[in-house]
């Protein structure tokens, strides 16, 4: 079975640019997770999609970020304008939702974003 | 504060000795436990989920305990590889929805 898929791997781009990362989720699960990653503030949720509605976005750090999820199989994340701090891992990940049971999620393998 | 605490020195331990994994947090009442595997490059790995009204878990090589009274979860490898070599990460979750929070991992490096 494929994994959660995410691209790009790797982008590399200057301050100012629009960044666009993009997530397929497991076929069949319900809930989408956005993650980012760095050294000094370890593994954060940045927003959390259950059925394609946004559920938390208190984790999304400023308006420059934004998340939309348009159907089941595809979500996006969007930073414009970006800036040198934003540089870090983003993950996506994704849960099959069973009511207030805890589910494990299953990451991609990231996108390593470096703002010039 | 919500705060969760985990090593964060690397854990250096010989081949086929027992690695132990400490995940301490403060503020905070979870109702479940996970860890996770990361390797470099790679995303997270769930590894294993405990209850809050559960005080161990096993599975293969893998042990958890939670201890709520003490606020505490540990992670065990018995009888470790070189291959268990990785990051180890610990996520509470309250039971009200499905969100993690994530401790900071610690690495381990299991020599031959």
């Known amino acids: 079975d494929a994994g959660v898929i995410q691209s790009p791997r790797h982008e590399v781009t200057e301050m100012g640019q629009e960044v666009t990362l993009r997530c397929k989720p497991i076929?069949?699960?319900?809930?989408l997770f956005w993650y980012r990653q760095t050294m000094m503030r370890g593994l954060e949720l940045l927003i959390y999609?259950?059925?394609?509605?946004?559920?938390?976005d208190s984790g999304m750090p400023e308006d420059r970020f934004s998340a939309k999820m348009p159907n089941a199989s595809f979500s996006t994340l969007k930073i414009q304008p970006s800036e040198p701090r934003d540089s870090a891992v983003y993950f996506c990940?994704?849960?099959?939702?069973?009511?207030?049971?805890?589910?494990?999620?299953?990451f991609g393998d990231g996108t390593r974003l470096s703002i010039l | 504060s919500q705060k969760i605490e985990q090593n964060s020195e690397a854990l250096n331990i010989q081949e086929g000795k027992t690695a132990t994994l400490t995940c301490n947090y403060t503020?905070?009442?979870?109702?479940?436990l996970q860890w996770y595997r990361q390797d470099p490059g790679r995303g997270p790995v769930f590894l294993l989920l405990?209850?809050?009204?559960?005080k161990e878990k096993r599975k293969e090589r893998l042990k958890v305990t939670f201890d709520t009274t003490l606020k505490q979860s540990l992670f065990h490898i018995t009888a470790s590889q070189p291959a268990d070599s990785a990051t180890y990460l610990c996520?509470?979750?309250?039971?009200?929805?499905?969100?993690?929070?994530f401790g900071g991992g610690t690495r381990l490096m299991v020599k031959p």
């Open positions: 990940a994704s849960s099959l939702s069973a009511g207030r049971e805890s589910q494990p999620q299953h």
């Open positions: 076929s069949g699960h319900n809930s």
């Open positions: 999609f259950n059925n394609n509605v946004p559920i938390d």
């Open positions: 503020n905070y009442s979870p109702a479940y």
């Open positions: 405990i209850r809050e009204n559960e």
């Open positions: 996520a509470l979750e309250d039971g009200a929805g499905n969100m993690l929070t």
